[in-house]
């Protein structure tokens, strides 16, 4: 799919479903390229700006869609929910506030991706707040990088690149992160990237660029100031 450009108008989704704005399911031979979202969107379900699920390659693509989530859900993104397998998502953008109004747990929220089960966010930013009360994980580029499970073990490589976050992120202590919210796994790691914005009203040094580090052999590198 390239060259797609969708406008939504105060979309309600009443039954809690998976909403991709682009496609459901970017499947692994799936390639969107130079797409874009814009509008509103009220959600009750896992949303994705561009695709809910990512398997496959999307590039340049831009998401401005306002996400208001006002009841319980898993991973909510300005990209992508959910990132799997070989997914790769590049040089794309969100521009989109994320507003998460229910006081519901979600596991993964984040600017660019939900929840990064495996694969690679390369030279990807976000440039929207995102403003959630109840998570396991949040963060400007990726919320939770830290799923273990029998499909994606602690040896599955996830890898965060050349990102920027200037978004200002409020979220749970201890899992809110200018970049990642939770980052886990020995292939797992975050570097070349830079941020600006600011974590539950810090910055500098105060804004963490990753909320919480589990068990990874991994090192932050080359991590600035903006």
Sequence with gaps: IVN???SIKNYDDN???HFGGIVCSNLDTGFISQCSIAGTAIARGN?????????GSIIDCHSNLFIDANDGGDALAGIAAYNMGNGRIESCVNYAYILVSSTRKFYGVGGVVGR???????????????????T??????VGN??????????NTTRIVT?????????GPVGVTGNMIGVLDGDNSQMTDCIYGGTVNGATGPE?????KVLRTTSKEAKINDI
Excluded: M, R, W
């Design 47 to 55: 949303v994705g700006g561009i695709a809910n699920e990512n398997q």
């Design 4 to 6: 797609c450009h969708v």
């Design 207 to 211: 804004a963490k660029t990753i909320g």
């Design 162 to 170: 050349n990102c920027v976050n200037t978004g200002d992120i409020v």
């Design 136 to 141: 396991s994980a949040l963060g400007g580029i």
């Design 145 to 154: 990088a830290s799923e273990t499970h029998a499909n994606y073990p602690d």
């Design 116 to 134: 990064l089960f495996s694969g690679t966010v390369d030279n990807c930013q976000n440039k929207g707040n995102i403003e959630i009360p109840n």
């Design 15 to 17: 039954y809690g479903v």
